[in-house]
């Protein structure tokens, strides 16, 4: 304990601060410093010893003060008082933690100090803690540029119903994590998004809830205009891979189980030439792919229009890339690097026109089929507005199926007046949600989609299984075919 106090009497000698004795009364030093340092002496014994040039000090001092003329520097000016008092107390306090002087308090005399550097202590301790030293300080890394996603565990009975309605009680449980994306196309000329994201598991199923910032519905998907000379695909570089304009809305979601904090060269390279001996891309913006084989790259991608709000949703990966074709060798269409489409989506939906190489789609395309009453059709557009910024109308259907349609015909053909728009996206199959393995369903209000959606947690490989440590990355995409947001920090869910 340490206690400071300080002369009644202006123009005296200060007092000095001195530890608290055995009883704790304040030992100080006064004007009989030789009496008072004899009775600490005493109560502290030998260890007295190394204080005495201190005290000596201070002594020298008061008495030095005592029998100063009053146009002394020390007389004259206090300050040099408290600049010494200041001193002793520093040299005070670095005592107390001195392990020397520690040593001396109990033995009376200071052990020997080692002659032996630290390293030769032993080479094998010394890398020991510096490697768990290394460990430690990866590991706060690593968390500190993850964020969590807590999944909450819920009875099978309360599991929320895919319908892409929010109010479900599972989701008021659930925690919400906020990921902020950005470096997209579109979105209201921001190119940003936030992405609301909660889940929950019954043991079997896990279930996400994601919303995000979308200022348009978009379901306008690739549409075919007739026109003098026949059909035209509207659109804006797709024949390049990067429809920006005439697009569904999609959102996609990546998951797996390796530890990749930052995502890097493990499922992207970017730039027109991103695989040294493979073709570049069209767009000039990279390719997805997987950097060694046998990583797990699970890629779920919600299409609007192509089976989206009727229950299915895509489940790609990414892989190593794969080998070229001649034309994409050629440039005349875009090399897709790593991404592997799910192989069902071909027998579920697609375009209504055959592909076409660069800049093919400048010229009229065949449409694979027509409507069989273009009218009802037409209506099921709801109001047309081929501004690609326009969004369309709740309940509108910018796609057609085969039981409202024909193979193409000349004849149908000539039925359908010119300026008729029809779909460019078909469905070939019916109810789509009983083929899926990752079911949902989704809504769109108030400048907001809002995305339900559920997959078992067990899977074998390529799939991914989810878990504690699964990581997770999210993206949106407004009415664009691979212009996308990103964000870097990935979620890592941890299921309780």
């Given at each position: 304990m340490w206690a400071v106090r300080h002369h009644g009497v202006h123009g005296t000698a200060p007092f000095f601060i001195f530890p608290k004795d055995?009883?704790?009364?304040?030992?100080?030093?006064?004007?009989?410093?030789?009496?008072?340092?004899?009775?600490y002496r005493a109560r502290q014994g030998a260890s007295i010893a190394s204080d005495t040039t201190e005290l000596s000090i201070i002594d020298l001092v008061q008495r030095r003060e005592l029998t100063m003329s009053s146009n002394s520097i020390f007389a004259r000016r206090s300050r040099w008082r408290r600049r010494l008092r200041c001193k002793l107390l520093r040299r005070r306090i670095s005592g107390i933690f001195d392990p020397l002087r520690i040593a001396r308090g109990v033995t009376g005399h200071a052990p020997a100090r080692s002659q032996q550097p630290a390293s030769s202590v032993g080479p094998l301790l010394v890398g020991v803690v510096a490697g768990i030293a290394g460990v430690a300080l990866i590991m706060t890394w690593s968390r500190a540029v993850e964020d969590t996603l807590y999944v909450r565990r819920i009875d099978k009975a309360d599991a929320p119903i895919l319908d892409g309605d929010a109010p479900d009680a599972a989701w008021r449980s659930a925690k919400p994590t906020i990921v902020v994306t950005g470096f997209g196309g579109n979105l209201g000329g921001k190119g940003n998004s936030t992405v609301e994201i909660r889940a929950v598991h019954d043991g079997k199923r896990i279930y996400f809830r994601f919303t995000w910032d979308d200022p348009t519905r978009s379901l306008k998907h690739l549409p075919l205009v007739k026109r003098e000379d026949g059909w035209h695909v509207l659109h804006d570089r797709y024949d390049r891979a990067d429809e920006r304009s005439f697009f569904e809305d999609k959102f996609s979601v990546l998951i797996t189980?390796?530890?990749?904090?930052?995502?890097?060269?493990?499922?992207?390279?970017?730039?027109?030439?991103?695989?040294?001996?493979?073709?570049?891309?069209?767009?000039?913006?990279g390719l997805h792919l997987t950097s060694a084989p046998g990583l797990a790259m699970e890629v779920w991608q919600w299409k609007a229009s192509s089976g989206g709000l009727l229950g299915w949703i895509d489940k790609d990966r990414f892989d190593l890339p794969a080998d070229p074709t001649r034309a994409q060798s050629a440039g005349?269409?875009?090399?897709?690097?790593?991404?592997?489409?799910?192989?069902?989506?071909?027998?579920?939906?697609?375009?209504?026109?055959?592909?076409?190489?660069?800049?093919?789609?400048?010229?009229?395309?065949?449409?694979?089929?027509?409507?069989?009453?273009?009218?009802?059709?037409?209506?099921?557009?709801?109001?047309?507005?081929?501004?690609?910024?326009?969004?369309?109308?709740?309940?509108?259907?910018?796609?057609?199926?085969?039981?409202?349609?024909?193979?193409?015909?000349?004849?149908?053909?000539?039925?359908?007046?010119?300026g008729v728009v029809i779909p460019g996206s078909l469905i070939f199959a019916e109810d789509l949600a009983q083929w899926a393995d990752v079911k949902g369903a989704a809504r769109w209000g108030v400048g907001k989609w809002t995305l339900e959606l559920a997959r078992r947690l067990d899977a074998e490989h390529p799939d991914v299984p989810i878990g504690s440590n699964t990581r997770m990355w999210v993206a949106v995409f407004d009415h664009a075919q691979t212009y996308h947001t990103r964000h870097i920090r990935p979620l890592r869910l941890e299921l309780q």
């Open positions: 055995a009883y704790g009364s304040n030992v100080v030093q006064s004007h009989d410093a030789p009496a008072t340092l004899s009775r189980n390796q530890p990749i904090v930052i995502p890097g060269d493990h499922t992207y390279r970017g730039g027109p030439t991103p695989i040294a001996d493979k073709p570049g891309t069209l767009s000039q913006r005349e269409v875009p090399y897709r690097g790593g991404y592997i489409q799910d192989a069902r989506a071909a027998s579920l939906y697609g375009d209504n026109f055959e592909a076409q190489s660069l800049s093919g789609y400048e010229r009229p395309v065949r449409p694979k089929r027509l409507p069989t009453d273009w009218r009802a059709t037409y209506a099921a557009l709801g109001k047309v507005d081929l501004e690609p910024d326009q969004g369309d109308a709740e309940g509108s259907r910018w796609w057609m199926t085969l039981a409202e349609s024909e193979p193409y015909s000349p004849d149908l053909d000539a039925r359908i007046p010119v």
